[in-house]
């Protein structure tokens, strides 16, 4: 099969199975989705609201915007002279912003805004020289620095809210540590719809919780702890009931310096989502079995610390299987994440099995599944 046949192929394929898995789960109401694109190493979610508003979070690193995300764009209709309301970079590293301006010089140019954090923007070096470059040729000619408790609307009462970013956490809780590290700095977005929450916050860090090492094993190194202020902040501000999301999207690749025990046991995701995949550098190994096996799956001596665990964990591609590798493959990997809701009574999750590195696992994680929406029975 020739590469261009393969990649018609796909295309047709794809697009005709989401139209399908959509239009079944909704019961002819628009849903909301939310797709975990896989673009290996580095992250990108599309956010499409139930008025088709469009959402883009990251665009993965130098390659992978042409590579993955246009191409997936194009499976689900969406061309060129597509409107979206916002393009949100979490925070400024390569592998988050290198495909967004690929897409951009791939001729989406209709942003209405581009939000980031703000911070820093006078350095960065060639490569976001290059992506600021790229927003001059949009519909939003410039950067936005996003503001705390900023709104997306996606119709129907969905939104999507930023409820941290460059360091600050909305609802000022009581204890926020300073951040040094780029990751730190990243832009948290929360998304909404009826009784659905999902929570995506790029690179953001877990850092140490009192002796939570013990149990878990994670290393932070030097991120601090902006996971905890975040799920308090959400929690005693109301923005989250006690039940907290029902997705959540893993911090930092799946990293040990994030996915920390007092994050996840506050948030108590149902389903947890990893980007990662092949791309990363060798000492990343990533995700790390101490996150995936000890946290997300409170395995080993994660038992002592782990209240809660998610019913499903997905990673979109494999990472490394050296036998020496830190790296777990613990999780399901299913490619591309697709997630869908009207915001009552449940979410629908499935795959693609677009891998990229390693086997699908579609089968062993009993994709697509259908979950209760916390609190119905």
């Not at 999301?245 to 920390?260: K, R």
Request: charged fraction near 20%.
């Amino acid at each position: 099969m020739s590469g261009a046949f393969f990649i018609r192929w796909r295309e047709k394929f794809f697009g005709a199975l989401v139209s399908c898995l959509l239009f079944t789960s909704t019961a002819g109401a628009n849903p909301l989705e939310i797709h975990i694109i896989n673009v290996q190493w580095g992250m990108s979610v599309l956010i499409r609201g139930p008025d088709g508003t469009l959402v883009l979070f990251d665009g993965g690193n130098s390659g992978r915007g042409i590579s993955e995300v246009v191409p997936y764009f194009k499976t689900l209709g969406i061309a060129p002279n597509s409107q979206f309301a916002c393009m949100v970079l979490s925070h400024h590293h390569q592998d988050h912003f290198g495909g967004l301006t690929e897409i951009i010089e791939a001729g989406y140019t209709h942003f209405k805004k581009i939000y980031d954090h703000g911070h820093g923007r006078r350095g960065g070096g060639e490569s976001f020289n290059k992506f600021k470059t790229a927003v001059k040729k949009t519909d939003a000619a410039a950067l936005t620095e996003i503001r705390l408790g900023e709104t997306i609307s996606l119709g129907d009462g969905a939104k999507v809210t930023c409820v941290a970013a460059n360091g600050r956490v909305i609802g000022n809780p009581r204890q926020v540590p300073e951040v040094s590290d780029e990751n730190d700095r990243s832009i948290c977005l929360l998304v909404q719809y009826g009784g659905f929450d999902f929570l995506s916050c790029g690179d953001l860090g877990g850092g140490r919780v009192g002796t939570e090492r013990d149990c878990t094993h994670r290393n932070p190194g030097n991120q601090v702890n902006m996971e905890s202020s975040v799920a308090a902040a959400l929690l005693e501000n109301r923005y989250l009931t006690t039940d907290g999301v029902e997705v959540l999207h893993v911090n930092h690749h799946g990293s040990e310096s994030s996915s920390n025990s007092d994050y996840i046991n506050k948030l108590t995701p149902r389903v947890a989502v990893i980007s990662v995949g092949a791309g990363q550098a060798p000492n990343f190994q990533l995700p790390r079995k101490n996150v995936v096996g000890n946290v997300l799956l409170g395995g080993g001596d994660g038992k002592t610390c782990m209240i809660h665990t998610p019913e499903l964990v997905l990673q979109t591609a494999d990472g490394p299987k050296d036998r020496h590798s830190k790296a777990s493959n613990a999780a399901y990997s299913v490619g591309d994440i697709v997630i869908s809701t009207n915001g009552t009574k449940t979410f629908k999750v499935w795959g693609t099995g677009e891998i990229g590195q390693g086997d699908s696992e579609l089968v062993k994680a009993k994709l697509p599944r259908t979950f209760n929406l916390d609190g119905v029975q």
